[in-house]
């Protein structure tokens, strides 16, 4: 218990001295925001009859709820998947200090449940449960409901967990899993045969009916995931974070030849294949896109707006620069000084650069051209778009955070999606990146054709204009290098 409680106080005051005394003032925004959240939900839960009622929905609350409700799990995971900070990087820094490693894993793996996507759920199922559970069914179906909805949340933790630990194990294996899921999740959408809905109505109405022996299953299948992640964990801490690798037969293609930009290049390509983070940040951008884009294709009708054909354009063709574009120097945090030291233009290190991220607009424009044919060939224009778009403005946006990062990224880290280099703007950035297609889509929403001849041009201009944009580019990063490489020599609190 000692140990717990010193972890606890110093949990505490490091998320005090990081988060809320140098950013005090989001507070005024943020606290809002999450209270106004906070009630919405609630709201929703206790009088959602009266919503189905006022859009009349000849449905009771607890059965549309127990329909979706295991769909509303799953998804939950892959918002964990990118915005939840795994146990194990809140571990690093006490490795070095003389406290039992068990202690350290069951620390941060219990501290890890109170996190948002965790809480914020509770405050639509409590007043649900309150008012459309316990009133409607047997006392003992409530209380077995209540538990394996919870058992259910509990288990979305602990599975996104084994997920990541199973990438950090084997990559193929998990994009394996990734991909029959999701390509089961398109077939279910394509052939309207309702698999998820079936599944939870299944299972939510036996849990309502009482049925203790599936609770039973639920909490089972939940221990042995937190035995499973534990091991996990306590296997990654023994783990060395370097492991020297074979180059593989990509990376062997990949030939240093004459001229400083296709040597650059050639640099940031080997970089990235040759790397653990980065290839796994470069495999994570291609699948997810692909399957992603797909996903949303296949039940297009159902999601479509000026809105979603946005960010449906914007992730087709630039899911790559959008992810692996923001670190591009802190990529190169470990050699930093070496890079300053030689004699090398800063306007061709950043050309170099957003060469690499307009290539890969146009490689996954290639990977998700026949999704586009096969599943909605009336959006091929869109995709033309934002092809344009991607390589002219979306590459320079994020070229633009790059230069503004100085937090330093351990590129053989042995575990996956970890937040090393990454602050508050990186999450922003995807605002300003979608904000004007968005715009003119949603203004020109009577006229599409005009509002995606719009997107082009716009895309088309800041390509024309790739030098320039180097050259500015170029002089914000000989302003800040000194700035970055002290921040890439600091050690990572």
């Known amino acids: 218990m000692p140990t717990y409680s010193l972890l606890l106080r110093h949990h505490w005051q490091s998320f005090?001295?990081?988060?809320?005394?140098?950013?005090?003032?989001?507070?005024?925004?943020?606290?809002?925001?999450?209270?106004?959240?906070?009630?919405?939900?609630?709201?929703?839960?206790?009088?959602?009859?009266?919503?189905?009622?006022?859009?009349?929905?000849?449905?009771?609350?607890?059965?549309?709820?127990?329909?979706?409700?295991?769909?509303?799990?799953?998804?939950?995971?892959?918002?964990?998947?990118?915005?939840?900070?795994?146990?194990?990087?809140?571990?690093?820094?006490?490795?070095?200090?003389?406290?039992?490693?068990?202690?350290?894993?069951?620390?941060?793996?219990?501290s890890s449940l109170a996190s948002l996507h965790n809480i914020l759920p509770l405050f639509f199922l409590v007043p649900f449960w309150l008012q459309h559970v316990l009133p409607v069914v047997s006392r003992t179906g409530a209380a077995v409901w209540g538990l394996g909805v919870l058992a259910c949340l509990a288990l979305s933790h602990l599975g996104t967990l084994a997920f990541r630990l199973l990438l950090d194990r084997n990559l193929r294996v998990a994009g394996g899993l990734l991909i029959l899921l999701l390509l089961t999740q398109m077939v279910d959408q394509l052939v309207g045969a309702g698999w998820t809905s079936f599944l939870s109505a299944h299972l939510f109405n036996r849990l309502a009916a009482g049925h203790g022996w599936l609770l039973a299953l639920l909490v089972a299948l939940g221990g042995s995931l937190a035995i499973l992640t534990t091991r996990g964990l306590h296997a990654a801490l023994r783990t060395p974070a370097h492991v020297q690798r074979r180059p593989s037969l990509w990376s062997r293609l990949v030939r240093f030849?004459?001229?400083?930009?296709?040597?650059?290049?050639?640099?940031?390509?080997?970089?990235?294949?040759?790397?653990?983070?980065?290839?796994?940040?470069?495999?994570?951008?291609?699948?997810?896109?692909?399957?992603?884009?797909?996903?949303?294709?296949?039940?297009?009708?159902?999601?479509?707006?000026?809105?979603?054909?946005?960010?449906?354009?914007?992730?087709?063709?630039?899911?790559?620069?959008?992810?692996?574009?923001?670190?591009?120097?802190?990529?190169?945090?470990?050699?930093?000084d070496g890079l300053l030291s030689r004699d090398l233009s800063p306007q061709h290190l950043v050309l170099a650069k957003l060469m690499v991220l307009q290539l890969s607009c146009l490689a996954m424009f290639l990977l998700c051209l026949p999704l586009f044919l096969w599943l909605a060939p009336r959006l091929l224009t869109l995709h033309v778009a934002f092809l344009f778009y991607n390589v002219g403005v979306t590459s320079v946006l994020m070229l633009t955070l790059a230069v503004r990062n100085q937090k330093r990224v351990s590129t053989s880290e042995g575990h996956f999606f970890n937040y090393q280099g990454f602050s508050f703007w990186h999450w922003l950035w995807l605002l300003p990146t979608v904000a004007p297609p968005a715009a003119f889509l949603l203004g020109f929403v009577h006229a599409p054709a005009a509002a995606i001849t719009l997107v082009a041009a716009l895309g088309l201009l800041n390509m024309l204009l790739a030098w320039p944009w180097a050259h500015v580019l170029g002089q914000q990063l000989t302003q800040r290098r000194y700035v970055m490489a002290a921040g890439f020599r600091a050690a990572e609190d």
């Open 16 to 110: 005090y001295r990081h988060v809320v005394r140098p950013r005090w003032w989001l507070g005024f925004a943020v606290i809002p925001l999450l209270l106004y959240l906070a009630a919405t939900l609630a709201g929703v839960g206790y009088f959602l009859d009266r919503f189905l009622e006022f859009l009349s929905i000849e449905t009771t609350a607890l059965t549309l709820v127990n329909d979706y409700l295991l769909g509303l799990m799953v998804g939950l995971v892959g918002v964990r998947f990118f915005f939840q900070r795994p146990p194990r990087l809140r571990m690093t820094p006490y490795l070095h200090l003389p406290l039992p490693r068990r202690s350290l894993v069951a620390y941060f793996q219990w």
């Open 257 to 336: 030849r004459s001229g400083l930009m296709h040597n650059l290049v050639v640099l940031e390509l080997k970089m990235m294949l040759r790397t653990k983070r980065p290839k796994q940040y470069a495999y994570v951008s291609v699948v997810l896109a692909v399957l992603y884009t797909g996903l949303l294709l296949s039940d297009y009708n159902v999601i479509r707006g000026p809105l979603m054909d946005a960010f449906l354009g914007l992730f087709a063709s630039g899911a790559f620069a959008l992810n692996y574009g923001q670190l591009m120097f802190a990529w190169e945090s470990r050699h930093f």
